[in-house]
Protein backbone atom coordinates (compact mmCIF):
# COMPACT_ATOMS: atom_id res chain seq x y z
CA UNK A 1 0.00 0.00 0.00
CA UNK A 2 1.35 3.69 -0.91
CA UNK A 3 2.27 5.83 2.06
CA UNK A 4 0.48 8.75 1.37
CA UNK A 5 1.24 10.40 5.52
CA UNK A 6 0.34 14.30 5.75
CA UNK A 7 -1.56 13.86 2.41
CA UNK A 8 -5.56 15.15 1.51
CA UNK A 9 -7.90 13.08 -0.36
CA UNK A 10 -11.67 14.42 -1.50
CA UNK A 11 -13.43 11.24 -2.89
CA UNK A 12 -17.35 11.90 -4.12
CA UNK A 13 -20.09 9.38 -3.76
CA UNK A 14 -17.78 7.70 -1.04
CA UNK A 15 -20.95 7.26 0.76
CA UNK A 16 -20.94 3.47 -0.73
CA UNK A 17 -19.46 0.83 -3.33
CA UNK A 18 -16.50 1.86 -4.98
CA UNK A 19 -16.22 5.45 -3.70
CA UNK A 20 -16.48 4.26 -0.16
CA UNK A 21 -13.52 1.70 -0.29
CA UNK A 22 -11.44 4.35 -2.09
CA UNK A 23 -12.18 6.68 0.81
CA UNK A 24 -11.46 3.61 3.44
CA UNK A 25 -7.94 2.77 1.29
CA UNK A 26 -6.56 6.28 1.43
CA UNK A 27 -7.36 6.29 5.16
CA UNK A 28 -5.48 3.16 5.85
CA UNK A 29 -2.75 4.93 3.69
CA UNK A 30 -2.35 7.65 6.23
CA UNK A 31 -4.30 9.91 4.22
CA UNK A 32 -6.83 12.42 5.33
CA UNK A 33 -10.11 12.43 3.36
CA UNK A 34 -12.76 14.49 2.92
CA UNK A 35 -16.06 11.87 2.25
CA UNK A 36 -18.44 13.75 -0.16
CA UNK A 37 -21.80 11.81 -0.76
CA UNK A 38 -25.53 13.78 -1.33
CA UNK A 39 -25.95 9.91 0.82
CA UNK A 40 -25.03 11.59 4.29
CA UNK A 41 -25.79 8.55 6.41
CA UNK A 42 -24.03 6.57 3.77
CA UNK A 43 -21.23 9.46 4.10
CA UNK A 44 -20.87 9.50 7.96
CA UNK A 45 -20.97 5.54 7.69
CA UNK A 46 -18.04 6.00 5.72
CA UNK A 47 -16.59 7.88 8.30
CA UNK A 48 -17.51 6.21 11.02
CA UNK A 49 -15.17 3.13 9.11
CA UNK A 50 -12.47 6.01 8.55
CA UNK A 51 -12.43 7.26 12.16
CA UNK A 52 -12.95 3.63 14.27
CA UNK A 53 -9.74 2.61 11.94
CA UNK A 54 -7.58 5.20 13.53
CA UNK A 55 -8.12 7.57 10.31
CA UNK A 56 -8.92 11.30 9.89
CA UNK A 57 -12.24 12.13 7.78
CA UNK A 58 -14.75 14.75 7.24
CA UNK A 59 -18.05 14.49 5.92
CA UNK A 60 -19.27 16.80 3.43
CA UNK A 61 -22.90 16.71 1.47
CA UNK A 62 -21.86 16.98 -1.86
CA UNK A 63 -24.12 17.53 -5.24
CA UNK A 64 -22.17 17.35 -7.67
CA UNK A 65 -24.93 18.61 -9.90
CA UNK A 66 -24.26 21.81 -7.76
CA UNK A 67 -21.04 24.13 -8.86
CA UNK A 68 -21.41 25.98 -5.44
CA UNK A 69 -21.48 22.70 -3.31
CA UNK A 70 -18.47 21.18 -5.32
CA UNK A 71 -16.43 24.17 -4.69
CA UNK A 72 -17.75 24.05 -0.93
CA UNK A 73 -16.52 20.50 -0.62
CA UNK A 74 -12.81 21.48 -2.20
CA UNK A 75 -12.42 24.79 0.10
CA UNK A 76 -13.09 22.05 2.72
CA UNK A 77 -10.24 20.25 2.41
CA UNK A 78 -8.28 23.57 2.31
CA UNK A 79 -9.97 24.54 5.55
CA UNK A 80 -9.65 21.28 7.14
CA UNK A 81 -6.46 19.75 6.35
CA UNK A 82 -4.55 22.51 4.58
CA UNK A 83 -4.36 21.67 1.01
CA UNK A 84 -5.74 18.91 -1.64
CA UNK A 85 -3.96 16.41 -3.08
CA UNK A 86 -6.20 13.86 -4.44
CA UNK A 87 -9.38 14.10 -6.29
CA UNK A 88 -11.23 11.10 -6.67
CA UNK A 89 -14.65 11.94 -9.34
CA UNK A 90 -16.62 8.79 -8.22
CA UNK A 91 -20.07 10.10 -8.02
CA UNK A 92 -22.31 8.58 -10.34
CA UNK A 93 -25.75 7.43 -11.20
CA UNK A 94 -26.36 4.41 -13.83
CA UNK A 95 -29.69 5.99 -15.15
CA UNK A 96 -33.00 4.52 -17.36
CA UNK A 97 -32.27 0.91 -19.49
CA UNK A 98 -34.17 2.02 -22.45
CA UNK A 99 -33.06 1.81 -26.39
CA UNK A 100 -31.77 4.98 -27.81
CA UNK A 101 -34.83 6.11 -29.21
CA UNK A 102 -37.05 5.33 -26.29
CA UNK A 103 -34.69 7.62 -24.06
CA UNK A 104 -36.68 10.36 -22.48
CA UNK A 105 -35.04 13.66 -22.33
CA UNK A 106 -35.06 14.03 -18.48
CA UNK A 107 -33.82 11.04 -18.11
CA UNK A 108 -30.80 11.86 -20.38
CA UNK A 109 -30.05 15.01 -18.91
CA UNK A 110 -29.78 13.46 -15.24
CA UNK A 111 -27.47 10.97 -16.16
CA UNK A 112 -25.49 13.56 -18.37
CA UNK A 113 -25.45 16.02 -15.35
CA UNK A 114 -24.06 14.04 -12.56
CA UNK A 115 -21.97 11.56 -14.53
CA UNK A 116 -20.20 13.81 -16.94
CA UNK A 117 -21.03 17.34 -16.08
CA UNK A 118 -20.69 16.58 -12.57
CA UNK A 119 -17.24 14.82 -12.89
CA UNK A 120 -16.17 18.26 -14.85
CA UNK A 121 -17.22 20.43 -12.28
CA UNK A 122 -15.40 18.56 -9.93
CA UNK A 123 -12.62 18.84 -11.66
CA UNK A 124 -12.49 22.29 -12.36
CA UNK A 125 -12.68 22.93 -9.41
CA UNK A 126 -9.69 19.99 -7.92
CA UNK A 127 -7.50 21.31 -10.57
CA UNK A 128 -7.87 25.28 -9.73
CA UNK A 129 -6.48 24.09 -6.36
CA UNK A 130 -4.04 22.02 -7.31
CA UNK A 131 -2.46 23.85 -9.88
CA UNK A 132 -1.42 26.99 -7.42
CA UNK A 133 -0.36 24.68 -4.71
CA UNK A 134 3.30 23.80 -4.27
CA UNK A 135 3.83 19.89 -5.10
CA UNK A 136 0.39 19.64 -7.33
CA UNK A 137 -1.82 16.98 -7.42
CA UNK A 138 -3.54 14.22 -8.47
CA UNK A 139 -7.37 14.00 -10.44
CA UNK A 140 -9.02 10.18 -10.77
CA UNK A 141 -12.75 10.24 -12.52
CA UNK A 142 -14.46 6.93 -12.42
CA UNK A 143 -15.17 6.05 -15.75
CA UNK A 144 -15.82 2.92 -17.09
CA UNK A 145 -15.28 0.16 -20.05
CA UNK A 146 -18.63 1.38 -21.19
CA UNK A 147 -16.30 4.52 -21.40
CA UNK A 148 -13.94 2.76 -24.03
CA UNK A 149 -16.87 0.72 -25.78
CA UNK A 150 -20.32 0.80 -26.59
CA UNK A 151 -23.69 -0.89 -24.29
CA UNK A 152 -27.33 -1.48 -25.53
CA UNK A 153 -29.65 0.44 -23.62
CA UNK A 154 -27.57 2.53 -21.77
CA UNK A 155 -26.72 4.93 -24.15
CA UNK A 156 -26.77 8.14 -21.79
CA UNK A 157 -24.48 6.21 -19.00
CA UNK A 158 -21.99 5.55 -22.58
CA UNK A 159 -21.94 8.57 -24.29
CA UNK A 160 -21.07 10.36 -20.47
CA UNK A 161 -18.41 7.77 -19.87
CA UNK A 162 -17.13 8.48 -23.18
CA UNK A 163 -16.80 11.81 -22.15
CA UNK A 164 -15.20 11.10 -18.86
CA UNK A 165 -12.47 9.83 -20.91
CA UNK A 166 -12.34 12.46 -23.38
CA UNK A 167 -12.39 15.07 -20.24
CA UNK A 168 -9.88 13.49 -18.68
CA UNK A 169 -6.65 13.48 -21.50
CA UNK A 170 -7.67 16.84 -22.48
CA UNK A 171 -7.24 18.38 -18.70
CA UNK A 172 -4.06 15.78 -18.95
CA UNK A 173 -2.97 17.71 -21.45
CA UNK A 174 -3.38 21.40 -19.97
CA UNK A 175 -2.08 20.68 -16.68
CA UNK A 176 0.86 18.30 -17.04
CA UNK A 177 3.71 21.03 -16.77
CA UNK A 178 2.02 22.41 -13.54
CA UNK A 179 2.81 19.29 -11.82
CA UNK A 180 -0.93 18.09 -11.99
CA UNK A 181 -1.75 14.28 -13.15
CA UNK A 182 -5.07 13.27 -14.31
CA UNK A 183 -6.08 9.78 -15.31
CA UNK A 184 -9.43 7.55 -15.46
CA UNK A 185 -10.29 4.64 -14.12
CA UNK A 186 -12.48 2.41 -16.13
CA UNK A 187 -13.74 -0.43 -14.31
CA UNK A 188 -15.67 -3.54 -15.67
CA UNK A 189 -18.96 -4.34 -14.25
CA UNK A 190 -18.49 -4.08 -10.16
CA UNK A 191 -20.67 -6.11 -6.95
CA UNK A 192 -21.81 -2.18 -6.01
CA UNK A 193 -24.99 -0.95 -5.10
CA UNK A 194 -25.63 0.80 -8.47
CA UNK A 195 -25.53 -2.98 -9.78
CA UNK A 196 -28.15 -3.66 -7.16
CA UNK A 197 -30.15 -0.94 -7.75
CA UNK A 198 -30.35 -1.81 -11.80
CA UNK A 199 -31.48 -5.18 -10.84
CA UNK A 200 -28.59 -6.92 -12.34
CA UNK A 201 -27.29 -8.76 -8.88
CA UNK A 202 -30.74 -9.65 -8.22
CA UNK A 203 -31.45 -11.45 -11.03
CA UNK A 204 -29.39 -14.19 -11.41
CA UNK A 205 -29.68 -14.71 -15.02
CA UNK A 206 -28.83 -11.13 -15.27
CA UNK A 207 -25.91 -11.47 -13.31
CA UNK A 208 -24.46 -14.82 -15.38
CA UNK A 209 -24.60 -12.79 -18.82
CA UNK A 210 -23.19 -9.81 -17.06
CA UNK A 211 -19.84 -11.91 -15.63
CA UNK A 212 -20.07 -13.76 -18.89
CA UNK A 213 -18.68 -10.62 -20.82
CA UNK A 214 -15.94 -10.57 -18.46
CA UNK A 215 -12.90 -13.08 -19.38
CA UNK A 216 -12.68 -14.08 -15.77
CA UNK A 217 -16.37 -14.89 -15.52
CA UNK A 218 -16.85 -13.30 -12.50
CA UNK A 219 -17.69 -9.35 -11.22
CA UNK A 220 -15.26 -7.18 -9.86
CA UNK A 221 -15.04 -5.99 -6.28
CA UNK A 222 -14.83 -2.30 -5.17
CA UNK A 223 -11.06 -3.12 -3.54
CA UNK A 224 -10.06 -4.18 -7.15
CA UNK A 225 -10.88 -0.85 -8.26
CA UNK A 226 -9.63 1.46 -5.37
CA UNK A 227 -6.40 -0.54 -5.49
CA UNK A 228 -5.94 0.88 -9.37
CA UNK A 229 -7.11 4.50 -7.81
CA UNK A 230 -4.35 4.18 -5.02
CA UNK A 231 -1.93 3.33 -7.26
CA UNK A 232 -2.25 5.81 -10.03
CA UNK A 233 -2.49 8.60 -6.80
CA UNK A 234 1.36 7.36 -5.82
CA UNK A 235 4.25 8.35 -6.82
CA UNK A 236 4.78 5.03 -8.63
CA UNK A 237 2.75 6.50 -11.16
CA UNK A 238 4.38 9.26 -11.46
CA UNK A 239 4.80 9.36 -15.29
CA UNK A 240 1.24 8.43 -16.03
CA UNK A 241 -0.89 11.34 -17.23
CA UNK A 242 -3.90 11.52 -19.39
CA UNK A 243 -4.64 7.45 -19.51
CA UNK A 244 -7.86 5.44 -19.04
CA UNK A 245 -6.66 2.59 -16.66
CA UNK A 246 -8.71 -0.79 -17.21
CA UNK A 247 -9.64 -2.88 -14.61
CA UNK A 248 -11.91 -5.03 -15.92
CA UNK A 249 -11.35 -8.47 -15.97
CA UNK A 250 -10.94 -9.25 -19.52
CA UNK A 251 -14.33 -7.27 -20.61
CA UNK A 252 -12.21 -5.66 -23.34
CA UNK A 253 -10.28 -7.95 -24.15
CA UNK A 254 -13.12 -9.94 -26.30
Known amino acids: MPDFEDRVA ?18 AAGARVVVGDVDEEGGRETVEQIESAGGEATFVDADVTDMAAVESMVETAVDEYGRLDFGVNNAGIGGDQ ?11 ERVIDVNLNGVWRCTKAELERMAEQDGGGVVVNMASVLGLVGFGTASAYTAAKHGVVGLTKTAALE ?20 LADAGITSDEEMREQIEGLHAMNRLGRPEEIADAVLWVCSDGASFVTGEEITVDGGYTSR
Not at 177 to 192: K, S, W
Open 10 to 27: VVTGAGSGIGQEVAVEFA
Open 175 to 194: YAEQDVRVNAVCPGFVETPL
Open 98 to 108: KPTGEYTEEGW
